[in-house]
């Protein structure tokens, strides 16, 4: 009876031991594993000069490259592009309008289409006009996969301070692609 | 499954068949098999030996220092030899890919280069004014300030003399690397 | 539930008949705490491998990345402590290793039919040590990589086939990013699936026949079961073993040197295990190498192989004792080898500054890889970095006559001093000390150079000269004054107090003090007789001195010595290129700051100029 009831000790206490030697690697090992999520979170909000104003022609969307600095696990890059970005002057006001060249169906790079004022999406071939708006399926004759319109950016037009030059001033944001509204990433 | 000759009863002469069947389709089995391990693994092999292959280790000229840093007090001073570095996949432009002596004895115009490795294990060798001679950090082999071993020494020869040149008021190096661990000075492949 | 659903599985996988062979084993004799290093090595290894997956997990190897990936493991505290896991567990297993294999010689556990038990258990040696071997630079540091560099120039020179071989262990020429790739190949892949395979083979041997019976304990009376009587006591030893281990993981992690660059001084060491067969090499050389690092370890592992055969060429007794006395003999030669490398470089000075150099140069690479280390690899760190550069390229060019030690007679001394003390140039204390009229005449300042009875310094000294009491303090007030001015050339002021001294300073340089006789001070006094004191001190001003101080704006003809390092735009001309220039700029402003509390470099910095 006391036999049995040491071995009962014995088998309890090998596995209390196995398990606090597991836990020393096993815990710090789902830690270490979830840290990364905590890391390297997309640039949230980039505002940057893009282009002189003088650079953009009415009825001629100009695709241009948004840089910053960016952090990929260890590495710095320190001129990264992190957005791209099309930029339309309309003819009347000399007004500009800017959207983020990321297609609101998955993601892919919106193209210029062929007639170079409209938009088309490469993967999917989701069409926009020349204003961003989605084009109709019956306009293009195929259907449009895109969920919205494109995602207008926050856009100003600004003086330099020492050339006095006007130039483009554009607030770079992630969106969520596939939805119907158009919703930040954060 | 062959091998049984009560699956065969007709044939003349079953056993006889049956072995040489036997033989032809182990034969061909071996053949295919071998045909099917051997093209992955030699290719596999090919790829693994690939560095064999590519070969560069010549000399190359390198400008190291002007000759006015180098004065002729006969203390050798080190210089790193920058050089582009091509390293798998990567180019590297002005890397330093070694570390040489410069030395000019009072009143010669004349430069003595050294390599700064080692020609014991490939550490690199420092210079001490005091003891005016060289170290070696790993195993304290000893050399003279030109480059020669005090004896007793575990290095196997004297320190590695590079050919080198005044060009225009600039040293030229032809930098190279050699074996360690020999007597000879053999240039490095 | 559980119960139907273990009947459910066992009917499938069979597991409880394969569970209780195991249970059923039985010890040859009482339990035994002797008995647990087989369990030990075994759990040790496991360890091994699940640390060494989770940091898979992060790693990448390559000469460009394998530094920054592993500080980037080590910024995180269950990474760097994952790590130090991976790190002491390979070296408890060593020890553990040695501890079962004395262990099985003293058993006997290798007679007939236990032969294999032994040969397998004594190849796991050389195997967990090339294990360690490819695993150690795999973190791309400094030393880590000094140590493939000479492990491949140890396989190179075997006779025949040593350069190719060497040249697939580097993957090329020289240590590279294949380099890396390789020894990752290695370590991850062909060592564990070899290891594997001679544990399995092991294992089954053990299990087939037993642990051997004491020789005057032929059959025990009633078997004890190994479950749980054994296998409590192998989970207290593994227990306390892996708690020494996470202590030291926990309160000191693994090491983690600056990344390698062949530019930066170093003292390649191997690691404990290995200082033996270092040691070993100072004594052969040349063509004798062989022997120290090829054939004296194969000829022990042979030996060693064949004690199964000894019993029959000697008798049993006989055997048994030259086994006992050949173990103790190699762990002796061994450890004294060992004791005999590590107490060499106990008193090396030299070498003991480096490795303290290493310790601060390892630091800073890891302070500045946290902001990010640049794509083109962590080389890149050190080789910018102002406070790692500055003082090597001071020792390099400046130290040979400019000292640089702060007033404990700490940093770089000079081998000839022949020129003023930088220390803190540019400061407002070093410069007080240059318009101190008892100061600037001392060795300090001017005294060994050509000025020691220069104008300045006639000047300064007359300032004071004949003044008492109030008077003479009221001077010296003035110059102090002055020198805040100066000091606020390279740094201007943040707070008014010092910002309305620096301004009643400027006043006095151009005024009263008559500085602007002499010298230039922004629209006052003229260039081409005394050195410019517009942005005196500043990272500009000393690119510009630096360069040419022959130049009309510093010395001119009157220059003493000093070499002009960068007169012309062309950097191979010049003995120091323009980025160099910068660096050492660099590190000398930023040592204006607060001169006192800056880290001092060690005179290891400086190998060739400082050797006391």
């Not at chain 1, 282009?51 to 650079?55: G, Q, S, T, V």
């Not at chain 2, 300030?145 to 020869?157: E, K, Q, W, Y």
């Not at chain 3, 005294?447 to 009875?453: L, M, N, P």
């Not at chain 3, 003809?557 to 012309?568: H, L, T, V």
């Given at each position: 009876m006391q036999q049995m009831q040491r071995r009962g000790f014995l088998q309890w206490l090998t596995g209390l031991l196995g398990a606090a030697v597991c836990s020393v690697v096993g815990l710090p090992g789902v830690k270490y594993l979830l840290e990364s999520l905590g890391r390297?979170?997309?640039?949230?909000r980039v505002v940057q000069r893009v282009?002189?104003?003088?650079?953009l022609t009415p009825g001629r969307p100009l695709l241009v490259a948004v840089t910053a600095r960016k952090q990929d696990a260890w590495t710095e890059y320190?001129?990264?592009?992190v957005g791209r970005v099309w930029l339309v002057k309309s003819g009347g006001d000399g007004g500009v309008q800017a959207f983020t060249?990321?297609?609101?169906?998955?993601g892919c790079t919106i193209q210029a289409g062929a007639d170079g004022k409209t938009f088309v999406c490469?993967?999917?071939?989701?069409a926009f006009d020349a204003q961003g708006r989605r084009l109709p399926s019956s306009a293009t004759g195929q259907e449009n996969h895109?969920?919205?319109d494109m995602d207008a950016l926050a856009c100003r037009v600004v003086q330099d301070e020492q050339t006095g030059e006007a130039w483009v001033e554009v607030t770079l944001e992630q969106f969520v692609p596939g939805l119907r509204h158009k919703v930040a990433r954060g | 499954m062959s091998n049984s000759p009560a699956s065969q009863?007709?044939?003349?002469?079953p056993a006889a068949a049956t072995a040489r069947r036997s033989f032809f389709r182990r034969l061909l089995a071996l053949a295919v098999g071998g045909l099917i391990t051997l093209v992955p693994g030699a290719a596999g092999l090919l790829a693994f030996l690939d560095p064999l292959f590519r070969r560069g280790g010549r000399a190359r000229q390198v400008p190291v220092a002007?000759?006015?840093?180098?004065?002729?007090?006969g203390v050798p001073r080190q210089f790193p030899v920058v050089a582009d570095r091509q390293d798998a996949w990567n180019s590297f432009p002005a890397q330093p890919i070694g570390a040489v002596f410069l030395r000019r004895t009072p009143g010669s115009e004349e430069v003595l280069a050294l390599n700064?490795?080692?020609?014991?294990?490939g550490c690199m060798v420092a210079y001490q004014p005091a003891a005016e001679s060289f170290r070696c950090p790993c195993h304290t082999s000893r050399f003279k300030?030109?480059?020669?071993?005090?004896?007793?020494?575990?290095?196997?020869?004297d320190l590695d003399r590079l050919e080198c040149e005044v060009r225009d008021g600039v040293v030229w190096v032809s930098y190279q690397d050699f074996y360690t661990g020999k007597a000879q000075k053999i240039a490095r492949q | 539930m559980l119960e139907r659903l273990n009947r459910w599985l066992d009917v499938r996988l069979g597991h409880r008949r394969w569970w209780g062979a195991w249970r059923a084993r039985t010890l040859p004799a009482s339990p035994s705490w002797w008995l647990t290093s087989g369990s030990l090595v075994f759990w040790l290894l496991v360890i091994e491998v699940a640390t060494g997956l989770l940091l898979m997990a992060s790693y990448s190897p390559s000469l460009a990345t394998a530094w920054p990936s592993v500080s980037y493991i080590e910024r995180t505290a269950a990474g760097s402590f994952l790590r130090g896991v991976h790190y002491y567990t390979a070296q408890a297993l060593i020890v553990a290793l040695l501890v079962h294999l004395i262990r099985v010689v003293a058993c006997g556990i290798f007679r007939a039919p236990r032969e294999l038990i032994w040969v397998t258990g004594l190849l796991s040696l050389p195997l967990v040590l090339t294990w360690a071997m490819t695993g150690n630079p795999l973190s791309g540091s400094q030393q880590g990589l000094a140590q493939v560099a000479v492990e491949a120039q140890i396989v190179g020179s075997?006779?025949?086939v040593g350069p190719t071989l060497s040249r697939l262990l580097l993957g090329g020429?020289?240590?590279?990013h294949l380099t890396l790739v390789r020894l990752y190949f290695l370590h991850v892949a062909v060592v564990p699936l070899a290891a594997a395979a001679l544990l399995a083979l092991h294992i089954s041997q053990v299990l087939r026949h037993g642990l051997a019976p004491r020789e005057n304990n032929q059959q025990p009376s009633a078997p004890v079961p190994y479950w749980p009587y054994q296998s409590v006591r192998n989970m207290t030893v593994l227990a306390l073993v892996v708690g020494i281990i996470a202590l030291l993981a926990w309160r000191y992690g693994a090491p983690l040197g600056a990344p390698?660059?062949?530019d930066l001084p170093h003292h390649p060491r191997p690691e404990w295990y290995f200082r033996a067969l270092f040691e070993l090499r100072r004594h052969f050389t040349g063509e004798q190498e062989l022997i120290a690092t090829l054939l004296i370890p194969t000829a022990v592992l042979l030996i060693f192989l064949t004690f199964p055969l000894w019993d029959g060429l000697f008798g049993r007794r006989t055997a048994s004792l030259l086994r006992t006395s050949t173990l103790l003999a190699g762990l002796a030669g061994w450890g004294w080898l060992t004791g005999m490398s590590y107490h060499r470089d106990l008193y090396d000075g030299e070498y003991q500054a480096s490795r303290k150099q290493d310790r601060i140069w390892a630091e800073r690479a890891r302070a500045l890889a946290a902001r990010g280390v640049p794509p083109t690899g962590p080389a890149e760190l050190l080789r910018n970095d102002p406070q790692t550069q500055g003082p090597l390229l001071f020792a390099r060019h400046c130290a040979t006559c400019h000292p640089w030690l702060d007033k404990h007679g700490q940093g770089l001394a000079a081998?000839?001093?022949?020129?003023?003390?930088?220390?803190?140039?540019?400061?407002r204390q070093w410069i007080e000390g240059l318009l101190d009229p008892e100061r600037i005449a001392s060795d300090h300042y001017f005294?060994?150079?050509?000025?020691?009875?220069g104008e300045m310094v006639s000047a300064v000294q007359e300032l004071a000269a004949g003044l008492e009491g109030d008077e003479l303090s009221a001077r010296r007030k003035q110059l102090r004054l002055a020198a805040e001015a100066l000091a606020a050339e390279a740094r201007p002021p943040e707070a008014p107090p010092e910002a309305r001294r620096a301004a009643a300073g400027r006043v006095l340089i151009a005024g009263?003090?008559?500085?602007t006789g002499c010298h230039r001070f922004h629209s006052e006094g003229e260039l081409g007789?005394?050195?410019?004191?517009?942005?005196?001190?500043?990272r500009s001003w000393l690119v510009a001195f630096i360069s040419d101080p022959r130049h009309d704006r510093f010395?001119?003809?009157?220059?003493?010595?000093?070499?002009?390092?960068?007169?012309?735009?062309d950097d191979a001309r010049n003995l120091l290129s323009q980025r160099e220039l910068a660096l050492l700029a660099d590190w000398l402003i930023s040592?204006?700051?607060?001169?006192?509390d800056t880290p001092r470099p060690t005179p290891a910095a400086a190998p060739q100029l400082t050797s006391r």
């Open positions: 390297g979170r997309r640039t949230a282009a002189r104003l003088a650079d320190a001129q990264h592009v060249a990321v297609c609101p169906h998955l490469p993967c999917h071939r989701a895109a969920p919205r | 009863p007709h044939t003349p002469t002007p000759l006015a840093a180098i004065p002729d007090d700064a490795t080692c020609p014991h294990a300030a030109d480059g020669t071993r005090i004896l007793p020494c575990v290095s196997p020869r | 075997t006779p025949g020429e020289d240590v590279g390698a660059d062949p081998s000839e001093a022949s020129a003023p003390n930088l220390y803190g140039f540019g400061s005294g060994r150079t050509a000025f020691a009875e009263e003090l008559g500085c007789t005394a050195p410019d004191l517009t942005g005196y001190g500043s010395y001119g003809e009157r220059n003493d010595r000093m070499p002009a390092f960068a007169p012309g735009p040592q204006q700051a607060a001169p006192s």
